[in-house]
């Protein structure tokens, strides 16, 4: 799934175009790399976003393309922030 997809339905980013621009800008890596909106993320990845001067870092424990508001929480599990 792309990154930016997965961002905006695990309900970490809550629009997909915001997402799509944290992106851009460098603010978003993938398992240490910094990442595009393309990127494909799976199961096992680890994602870091720099929310202003907070990191907030997460492992991807679940990839789902339709998912309710509880089942979102269960795609990730946060490692800090």
Known sequence: MRLDKY???SRIIKRRTVAKE??????????????K???????GDIIEIQFG?????????????????????EMYRIIEG
């Not at 909106?37 to 199961?43: I, K, L, M, N």
């Not at 001067?53 to 929480?73: P, R, W, Y």
């Open 7 to 9: 961002l905006k339905n």
């Open 22 to 35: 944290a992106s851009e800008n460098g603010r978003v890596a993938v398992n240490g790399k910094v990442a």
């Open 37 to 43: 909106p393309g990127t494909e993320v799976s199961v």
């Open 53 to 73: 001067d907070k990191l907030f870092k997460a492992e991807i424990t679940h990839v789902a393309e339709h998912v309710t508001k509880d089942g979102a929480k």
